[in-house]
């Protein structure tokens, strides 16, 4: 088997148990030109086995011979790119491996080393934030001895995703309880208000050519279980000037709050998927293929404006079954729509 220097045919997808590889499997295949996708995943009991064409039980990300493991699966199945999702734990063991990939024709969709280390640290963000004159909470690092000033506030760990290990508090005490045997955290003052995500893709550095808001109407475990797009021209604006700022190529989903006042707050930006990119494949634009086109040098469109507001996500539940000879089958579907 040949692959060809500049197409995209064959796909490697990491993190494979998570809502992102998922949507991520769904986009790719809604565009076609993918004709394999392999998936990794630390644990093989994982559902995603079902819906990929390889499946590859891989390290934890926090192992050293994660980035060869990726690598080896990478030369046996052929794999012309690499897709990590997992920006705190992936991302930088694969960009110190980058050189070991490009000598097998594996490309890797990462940003550049500097915006995984500053977008990675919730500290360095709010600062990067600052420098850019872009409204965000004010943050800063715990210390047993600080004060705040005004409550409530979140205590979050200062590297990590989604809302592991984030507590509310609303008094001094209960800051410094919460705190208490943890170390290296941030405080960050709470901001009330419309919680959305904007989905973006740069075709380049400083070429923001999609950015999708979403709301985040309900959440679980730090995913978007309900939501809805909208137009709302002050919200692209903040975060594409944000994301073609940073330098990024590739895609990056941008939190942050809608307050009353018509204001809109960032809260962190990360450059991979977002959990919730099947709500934006629905609404009209399919970063996948945007992906594809950007890796395989084709002229790409501004698509600002262009999605579908109004459209509403709601996930369930669906199941798949494994049978004692490993025949993978889905569950009965609830209907036909």
Not at 15 to 29: E, M, P, W
Not at 157 to 184: F, I, K, Q, W
Request: aromatic fraction near 6%; proline fraction near 5%; charge should be neutral.
């Amino acid at each position: 088997m040949t692959r060809s220097s500049d197409s995209i045919r064959r796909v490697l997808i990491t993190a494979a148990g998570t809502v992102t590889a998922q949507s991520l499997i769904k986009a790719l295949r809604d565009d076609g030109r993918v004709n394999f996708i392999a998936a990794g995943d630390m644990d093989a009991l994982n559902a995603t086995r079902a819906f990929s064409d390889a499946f590859v039980v891989l390290p934890a990300a926090t192992q050293p011979d994660f980035a060869t493991a990726c690598l080896e699966a990478a030369r046996r199945l052929q794999i012309d790119l690499l897709v990590p999702l997992i920006v705190e734990s992936e991302f930088l063991p694969l960009d110190d491996a980058r050189e070991r990939f490009e000598s097998i024709r594996c490309r890797v969709l990462l940003p550049p080393r500097t915006i995984t280390e500053r977008t990675g640290d919730k500290l360095n963000f709010a600062r990067y934030l600052d420098d850019l004159g872009v409204p965000g909470p004010p943050t800063t690092a715990y210390s047993p001895g600080m004060s705040v000033k005004r409550f409530p506030v979140y205590l979050k760990p200062r590297r990590g995703s989604g809302s592991v290990g984030t507590t509310r508090v609303d008094s001094l005490a209960s800051l410094h309880e919460a705190a208490h045997g943890r170390s290296d955290l941030i405080v960050q003052e709470a901001v009330d208000g419309t919680e959305f995500t904007v989905d973006c893709f740069a075709a380049e550095p400083g070429r923001v050519v999609a950015a999708v808001p979403r709301e985040r109407i309900a959440i679980k475990a730090g995913v978007s279980v309900k939501g809805r797009t909208y137009h709302h021209p002050r919200i692209e604006t903040i975060v594409r000037d944000v994301v073609a700022a940073s330098g990024l190529r590739g895609p990056a989903n941008v939190q942050g709050m809608l307050r009353e006042d018509g204001s809109f707050s960032i809260i962190e930006m990360n450059p991979r998927f977002s959990g919730t990119l099947a709500l934006t494949t629905a609404a009209g634009i399919n970063f996948a293929s945007l992906m594809i086109d950007m890796l395989e040098g084709r002229d790409i469109a501004d698509f600002s404006g262009r999605h579908r507001a109004g459209v509403v996500m709601m996930r369930y539940w669906s199941e798949v079954f494994e049978e004692s000879d490993g025949a993978m089958r889905l569950g009965t579907q609830l209907r036909n729509l």
